[in-house]
């Protein structure tokens, strides 16, 4: 019993604190009220001098903080700031005002009497536009050939600590084909791309992604995405923010279309976006203008290096890549045929797939070759009689007029800085209808191509290219000498 008293004395005296509360105290702790249009008012004076610079001055009757739509795609913080409008025309000024009771919003209209293309003479709007009188506008690309050109890191850090992508990091994938040209006069931007952009699994989520292709090998995702005919920009120097209106981006989309410039000069245009599909993610792009998006030249010797393999050890002298090359090729095989001119007990099995390019390379590391000293690639080959040298096969495209297998060798030299473009400029020498089930001595010589310094890549292919026709082949004694 005593205890049950205890209790409920303990109870009444709650009670009697809570009724004894001033209510003002309470309401010291509560969210004020929310504020109305009618409290809201700001002020717009043209700048002595200046009539398309308008200073904006809040001036409502209940504190809070003021934001600004400018009507012109740049948006400003405080309770004072400054619109600039190079362009005559009338624009919509939205300020919110933010109070601990909510948010509400005004407006007003400006209107610009003339155009003053004076706002745009500045460093900035020259370095990205190329200046007033670059009618063409001036063409910036992502910054390919330099370490560093993209990354991503937390979206408060200065720099991309996560991730930075390395020089030619995305070859392949669509970014390098983006192209955005900036033109002052009417601050306009146009984007060309080849109908593709780049993002990750966020930003392929947020786009739609039923219309992907392969980037290249190199991660994420190639999205279908054409640009507008055109766009415009604004560039807000005081907060140095570039803003691609009409819901353009900078080739890899993250949501959002508002970049920080962290530099901008002739040369760079060094940016960072916020992600808006990505919660404390942020973005780095560094642009250079296209005519400047060379690849850097460097300084390879050429030498004359002598090449020798007989494939007699398991562990070759000469180590040759491969590109689509069947699941048999050996560089230490048994000799099918060890009789004259070949009786060696190991040689090398090429199997040609049902790709159209197959074939084995030998790519120099570090040099070029000098073939005005070593120019001839001599080597020994056995062509099957048992591979199908009858049926036409399916072929790369309609630049391909032979569709069967070939009992032939092509030797080629190449220039690897030219990537999948090399065949441009190679030197080919074809050995064609050649005796089988025999081993036969083969010369190429390329001592007409002396003067050349370019080549670094020698390719041996089977069977001709292009087609989907497979094979085995065998050759051994390869040489590359004088």
Not at 145 to 157: E, I, N, R, S
Not at 340 to 360: D, G, I, M
Not at 432 to 455: I, P, Q, T
Request: glycine residues 8%; hydrophobic residues 35%; aromatic residues 14%.
């Amino acid at each position: 019993m005593k205890t049950i008293m205890k209790y409920n004395l303990y109870a009444f005296i709650a009670i009697f604190i809570m009724a004894s509360c001033d209510p003002q105290e309470k309401d010291d702790y509560s969210l004020g009220a929310a504020p109305q249009e009618s409290q809201l008012a700001f002020s717009a004076t043209p700048s002595s001098g200046k009539p398309n610079v308008i200073e904006l001055k809040n001036e409502s009757a209940v504190a809070g903080v003021a934001t600004w739509n400018l009507g012109n795609g740049v948006t400003a913080k405080g309770a004072e700031v400054k619109a600039e409008y190079p362009f005559a025309g009338t624009y919509t000024v939205t300020m919110t005002l933010y109070t601990t009771g909510g948010s509400v919003s005004t407006t007003q209209t400006v209107t610009i009497s003339q155009d003053d293309m004076s706002l745009l003479d500045t460093p900035m709007y020259n370095a990205l536009t190329g200046g007033a009188s670059n009618l063409e506008g001036k063409t910036w690309v992502f910054d390919q050939y330099h370490d560093g050109h993209f990354g991503v890191g937390p979206a408060d850090d200065s720099s991309p600590s996560w991730w930075s992508c390395p020089a030619e990091g995305k070859e392949g994938a669509s970014m390098y084909t983006q192209e955005f040209t900036f033109t002052q006069v009417g601050v306009k931007l146009q984007w060309k791309n080849n109908g593709y952009i780049y993002t990750n699994e966020q930003g392929k989520n947020a786009l739609g992604g039923e219309f992907i292709k392969d980037p290249g090998g190199v991660g994420d995702y190639d999205v279908k995405y054409t640009p507008k005919n055109s766009y415009t920009f604004a560039l807000n120097e005081t907060d140095r923010t570039l803003t691609l209106n009409d819901g353009a981006f900078f080739g890899f989309y993250t949501g959002t279309s508002t970049y920080r410039i962290l530099s901008l000069t002739e040369d760079e245009l060094y940016v960072k976006n916020i992600s808006g599909v990505e919660s404390g993610n942020g973005w780095w792009f560094r642009f250079v203008p296209k005519e400047k998006n060379v690849k850097p030249s460097v300084d390879i010797p050429v030498r004359a290096v002598p090449l020798s393999e007989d494939f007699e050890s398991e562990t070759p002298t000469v180590v040759f890549g491969n590109e689509d090359i069947g699941e048999f090729f050996s560089q230490y095989y048994q000799n099918p045929w060890p009789l004259p001119v070949n009786t060696s007990k190991r040689v090398c099995l090429y199997e040609k797939t049902s790709a159209f390019y197959t074939n084995l390379f030998f790519l120099a590391d570090g040099y070029k070759f000098d073939l005005s000293r070593v120019n001839k690639i001599r080597l020994k080959v056995f062509i099957p009689s048992a591979n199908d040298y009858n049926t036409e096969y399916a072929v790369a495209g309609d630049w391909i007029t032979n569709k069967k297998l070939k009992p032939q060798l092509a030797v080629k030299l190449h220039d690897s800085s030219r990537g999948g473009n090399a065949w441009e400029t190679q030197a080919e020498i074809v050995r064609e209808n050649l005796e089988m089930n025999k081993w036969v001595e083969l010369e190429f010589d390329f001592s007409s191509a002396g003067n050349r310094k370019d080549f670094d890549k020698i390719v041996i292919q089977f069977g001709a290219e292009g087609h989907a026709g497979p094979g085995i082949f065998y050759f051994d004694d390869f040489s590359f000498d004088e």
